[in-house]
């Protein structure tokens, strides 16, 4: 029914669509003429359109005319069926091979050709003595003492507070190892029961206990499987550094692509294995850097390192949230999900991955990608590795909310008839491989975009009204647009101050919009060819700060 009433294709319905399902159903007697009754045939070929294709084929006018029959307390045998389907054929004047458009059911069913179609899927209520029942009996189960349960059940489970600071006290343990940084950003570790002031105490000092100890020692230890690909990573960065001339056509040097393949899916699948348990909707305390889509670019994303973690993720003081798009349009990758997914097994409650609309199999044969794998890797080699990336792409969360106030994500706010509170996102299923098919609430928040001023027409305001501020998005070809009060309306319905999303590029790597309560970020410089710049948002202290790099030419 919920199909039926999606009259534009959106994988939802709004609250007219909804009436106007409810007006459809309603056991009233004046059902076949006028607007309303024009709507109710519309409905009822929808309903049982049930491939969507926009005909009805001969099984599909069958149902109809056996539930029809059914309704009415007639035989509902097939050679009655088909007696019936026959004579309906035959009053129409068309074949009975031919499938029965829109147009052709409403002007038949109008002209009695098609006959009775008023008693299909009509309620034996009206929704109003309906609803009246259902709040009388709801009223007189409820207990009071249940009430204040179901009270304090909806109550958020709020774990940060709105500058950040958690409500409750985190447990500190002394780490593993000293770290000593030399002034060109190398490191040496020592572990930290083998520095003489130790050994000299009179007192043995605890450490980390041992499944975090273990985790201390893969983020520093050389020879662990990450080390082992961000090292590779570093020496082609080298390489490419002393060889500009091909700046646009990234090299590996003496990498073995062979065993630098099989090490990547290992990360995956350890990376899937971390991001699978992940919450839908992360909480995450600030300070936080925030970085919009990369494409492919890995050496803006090191620009992004040596300016803000320029000794690695596990020492930098701030989290690291990247809202996706980190595939297609750029040469590198490969690059970038190797270093990616390597900092996310070494640091998982640091460095955050949301889920964005590059991040799914069918956009990625259509751009860049796929090819990257079978180009670097060949076509079988390749295939593995794609098909383990994707496969963590598939369990990555789909939105973050930093000190229970900012809200991002990749493309935009969902509608309110998918999201009704903003808790819904954690619902969405995991593995999630057809988001297209299997959720359409996170295909919304990977896909939408925010009005712009310029956007806005006679046309598009009366969509608006009528869809709770969202509107079909044409340009993309799917998913939506929102308003600026849809967004204030979001915001405020979830105690939420501002939106970050990416997902969109513009010429200084931001842009400001909605009032200043949208703000959107995009980190990959010289994007497809052009001159924009890459930024990043830094959350801390009540502040948004916006900072632009400059790239590494």
């Known amino acids: 029914m919920e199909r039926t009433a999606d009259i534009f294709g959106r994988y939802g319905i709004s609250f007219r669509e909804f009436l106007y399902i409810i007006a459809a159903v ?42 029809k029959r059914r309704s009415l307390k007639q035989s509902t045998d097939p050679s009655a069926v088909q007696i019936e389907f026959s004579e309906s054929y035959k009053a129409m004047r068309i074949a009975e091979s031919t499938p029965i458009s829109q147009e052709v059911f409403l002007k038949a069913v109008l002209e009695d050709k098609i006959k009775n179609t008023s008693s299909v899927f009509r309620s034996p209520t009206a929704v109003i003595t309906y609803l009246k029942d259902l709040t009388g009996r709801e009223s007189r189960l409820i207990q009071p003492e249940t009430k204040k349960i179901r009270a304090k059940s909806m109550t958020p489970d709020v774990s940060v507070h709105s500058r950040g600071a958690s409500s409750v006290a985190i447990k500190y343990e002394l780490g593993a190892h000293a770290i000593k940084i030399y002034t060109a950003g190398t490191l040496n570790i020592d572990k930290l029961v083998t520095l003489d002031a130790v050994t000299q105490s009179s007192t043995q000092i605890p450490v980390l206990d041992e ?56 990360i995956c699948r350890m990376t899937n294995e971390i991001v699978k348990n992940e919450p839908r909707l992360l909480h995450i305390s600030s300070p936080v850097y925030v970085l919009g889509d990369l ?43 190797a270093y990616l997914f390597s900092y996310k097994i070494q640091n998982p409650s640091k460095i955050k991955l949301v889920r964005g609309n590059h991040e799914i199999r069918e956009v990625q044969r259509m751009f ?6 079978n180009v670097k890797f060949g076509d079988k080699l390749g295939s593995d590795v794609w098909s383990a990336i994707n496969a963590t792409f598939d369990s990555l969360p789909i939105a973050a909310i930093v000190d229970n106030s900012v809200f991002c994500c990749h493309g935009g706010i969902p509608p309110p008839w998918l999201c009704p509170v903003i808790s819904c996102i954690n619902e969405i299923p995991v593995p999630l491989g057809r988001p297209d098919e299997q959720s359409a609430l ?17 046309f598009l305001q009366i969509e608006l009204s009528a869809n ?52 959107t970020v995009f980190s990959s410089s010289k994007y497809c060819g052009g001159q924009n710049d890459a930024a990043c948002v830094m959350i801390d202290q009540g502040r948004i700060r916006i900072m632009r790099i400059e790239s590494d030419d």
């Open 468 to 519: 709770e501020g969202f509107a079909v998005n044409k340009r993309r070809g799917t998913a939506h647009m929102f308003s600026s009060e849809a967004l204030e309306k979001f915001l405020k319905s979830n105690g939420l101050s501002h939106l970050i999303r990416a997902h969109e590029v513009s010429p200084s790597g931001f842009s400001v919009m909605h009032r200043g309560k949208l703000l």
């Open 211 to 266: 499944v975090r100890r273990m985790v201390s020692v893969d983020q520093f230890n050389q020879e662990s499987i990450s080390n082992e690909l961000l090292k590779s990573l570093r020496y082609m960065n080298l390489v490419n550094k002393q060889n500009k001339k091909r700046a646009n056509q990234f090299t590996w040097g003496n990498v073995d692509s062979g065993l630098f393949a099989n090490r990547l899916i290992t």
């Open 295 to 337: 494409h492919g670019n890995f050496t803006d994303l090191l620009q992004f390192e040596s300016v803000l973690w320029h000794v690695g993720p596990v020492l930098c003081p701030s989290n690291i949230l990247f809202l996706g798009d980190y595939v297609d349009r750029g040469t590198s990758s490969i690059e970038v999900i």
């Open 26 to 67: 309603e056991p009233t007697n004046n059902i076949a003429s006028g607007t309303a009754g024009e709507l109710r045939i519309k409905l009822l070929f929808k309903f049982y359109d049930k491939d969507n294709d926009g005909v009805l084929n001969a099984d599909e006018f069958r149902l109809l005319l056996q539930a």
């Open 368 to 373: 860049t990608f796929f090819n990257e794998c």
């Open 442 to 458: 996170a295909w919304e928040i990977m896909w939408n975009d925010p009005i712009r001023a310029g956007q806005m027409n006679e």
